[in-house]
Every structure is written in structure tokens, then in C-alpha cells.
């Protein structure tokens, strides 16, 4: 049997494909819902993507209160690094929508596209990776972490007592993990 050819979808995966099956289950109104979901997701990874491109370029937005604008506006006027890796080890790493470190003090700003409520966990996991890769103790520094969602900005400064026990539970667990690895490979 000669096979049609499909090179320019090889490595990809349908919406409707084998692979992610759970859909043969739905009704329409539960297909409906996971596309408009899925797109949702899509948009957010292009909307990231042209925010990064804006601050990497120094191209500032209208000066509104929406969410985009005001996260890219913040992040050049902070002249900030967007989409860094903040890295421990292989498998305790995360990347930051924007970042900067001047003047000890770290601040760190995140933009979510959707509408679950966003947490400020995930921004005091990167301030504790942060200090790990970069050898801070969180008392010798000042650290801002932001949200922007929904046409607000949520700011948190958190307290040592904060970020310590982040940066511990990853160096206990990684160095667990790591180790399990190493075992599971034997």
C-alpha cells in the first residue's frame, strides 16, 4: 500500500485524534466547551508571545488599564527581562514571564490571559528559584511579585518566612527525586 503523505502534520495532533480519545465520550456541548478551552490556551501562548516581543523590542502599548498593556508598559518601565528560565536542576526550573534584579531588590511580574483566578504560588516558586540559582538569601533582598489578570495587578511582597520554605521544600524534594531517578535508571 502506497500511504498519502502528510509530512507537514507529522508531530502534531489533532483535536479530534487517537491520542487525546476522551472526546469520542462527549456531547456536543462538552466538545464545544474543550475547543473553546484549547483556544483559550492558544490565545494565551500568542498574547504571551507578542508580550515578549514588545519588551524585548522597548515597544510600549497605549496607556490603558488592560491587562496586556499594562503588563507590557510595567515590564519595560522596570526594564525587565522577559521569559527567563529560573533554573535549580533538571527537573526544579521554571520560566518567569518577565524578571528583573537591580539594586537588591527582584521583581517578578506574571500575565494570565484566562479567567481562573491566578495564584501567587507560582510567583514564589520563581522568586525562590531565583534565589537558589543565583545564591540570595530572601532577608538580604527586597522582591515584589505581580499578577496582571482580568484588567487588575495584583502586588504581593512577600515575607522571608515566605520564600525560605519554598527554597527548602525544593532542595529536599529535588535531591529526593534526583535520587529516585538515579535509581529508577539502573
Same mark, same amino acid.
Given at each position: ?7 507537514r502534520l !507529522?508531530?502534531?495532533?489533532?483535536? #479530534?485524534? =487517537? ?11 462538552? +466538545?464545544?466547551?474543550?475547543?473553546? $478551552? ?6 494565551g501562548?500568542e #498574547?504571551? %508571545? ?15 488599564k ?6 507590557v ?9 522577559? !521569559?527567563?528560565? #529560573?533554573?535549580?536542576s533538571?527537573? =526544579?526550573?521554571g520560566? =518567569? ?7 537588591? $531588590?527582584?521583581?517578578i ?14 510567583? %514564589? ?7 537558589? %540559582? ?12 505581580? +499578577?496582571?489578570?482580568?484588567?487588575? @495587578? ?5 515575607? @522571608?518566612? !515566605?520564600i ?7 532542595v529536599?524534594?529535588?535531591? @529526593?527525586?534526583?535520587e ?7
Amino acid at each position: 500500500m502506497n500511504f498519502n503523505q502528510h509530512s507537514r502534520l !507529522e508531530g502534531q495532533h489533532a483535536f #479530534l485524534g =487517537a491520542s487525546k480519545y476522551h472526546w469520542i465520550n462527549y456531547d456536543t456541548d462538552k +466538545i464545544i466547551d474543550a475547543w473553546r $478551552k484549547a483556544q483559550a490556551v492558544k490565545r494565551g501562548t500568542e #498574547l504571551h %508571545e507578542f508580550a515578549c516581543n514588545a519588551i524585548r523590542l522597548g515597544i510600549k502599548l497605549p496607556k490603558t488599564k488592560k491587562t496586556l498593556n499594562m503588563y507590557v508598559n510595567d515590564a519595560i518601565g522596570y526594564k525587565m527581562t522577559p !521569559e527567563q528560565v #529560573l533554573y535549580f536542576s533538571p527537573i =526544579a526550573f521554571g520560566t =518567569a514571564d518577565a524578571i528583573s534584579f537591580r539594586d537588591d $531588590k527582584l521583581r517578578i511580574h506574571d500575565l494570565k490571559t484566562g479567567t481562573i483566578p491566578a495564584s501567587m504560588y507560582q510567583l %514564589e516558586i520563581y522568586a525562590a528559584l531565583f534565589c537558589l %540559582e543565583y545564591d540570595y538569601k530572601p532577608n538580604d533582598i527586597q522582591t515584589e511579585l505581580r +499578577i496582571y489578570q482580568s484588567n487588575e @495587578v495584583l502586588i504581593h511582597k512577600p515575607e @522571608v518566612d !515566605e520564600i525560605v520554605p519554598i527554597m527548602d521544600k525544593i532542595v529536599t524534594f529535588d535531591k @529526593v527525586l534526583m535520587e529516585l531517578r538515579e535509581n529508577d535508571n539502573e
